[in-house]
């Protein structure tokens, strides 16, 4: 969903990548553009030179940064079998079943930790929270690697507490493997 900063946290993810010697590539599909519109973020990350640039029709993995989405079925379309799902899900991980067998399955409360930190909104900032649970989840990036990017992105006080929500998520974050 538009506010929660996919797009920003693809782009830092992708960052982080870049830091660590790899390849990345970030395609965003924009549904009705305006906050709480709907929003999908492609991201390649890979050790050599990407050259597709088409969008992505069975991922690896999905992250999903609304709960409410889990239950929408084109959020989890083309998941392949053996793949991973990062949620922003107050469950435990083994609960969840999106119609496919997954190697892992991650879940955090990534909007009660965004309320803390960044106080009630509308519409949570669960960005970097979610980041911090995609690195200890699937070990594509380092931590200090999207620590630096956060810190790149926001300097100050800002970047801070987003540093603090990315490593409250990797600490929090719940990975049930097969």
């Known amino acids: 969903m538009g506010g929660q900063g996919a797009v920003l946290g ?34 390649r990350i890979d050790e050599k030179p990407i050259r597709r640039s088409c969008g992505i029709y069975e991922p690896d993995a999905i992250v999903v940064l609304d709960p409410a989405l889990i239950k929408v079925e084109a959020t989890r379309t083309g998941l392949r079998k053996g793949g991973i799902a990062v949620l922003n899900y107050r469950g435990k991980p083994e609960e969840v079943n999106l119609g496919v067998e ?22 949570p900032i669960t960005n970097t929270v979610m980041l911090g649970a995609v690195s200890r989840a699937t ?22 507490l987003n540093v603090e929500a990315c490593e409250r998520g990797y600490e929090s974050v719940e990975v049930w493997e097969a």
């Open 102 to 123: 997954l190697s892992k399955v991650a879940t955090i409360d990534a909007t009660a930790i965004s309320t803390d930190l960044f106080g009630p909104r509308a519409i």
């Open 139 to 160: 070990r594509w990036v380092k931590l200090e690697s999207l620590y630096e990017a956060i810190r790149r992105q926001f300097p100050g006080r800002i970047g801070e």
């Open 10 to 43: 693809t782009l830092l993810l992708a960052e982080a990548a870049f830091r660590e010697g790899k390849w990345a590539q970030k395609i965003p599909v924009y549904g009705g553009m305006r906050r709480g519109g709907a929003v999908t973020v492609f991201l």
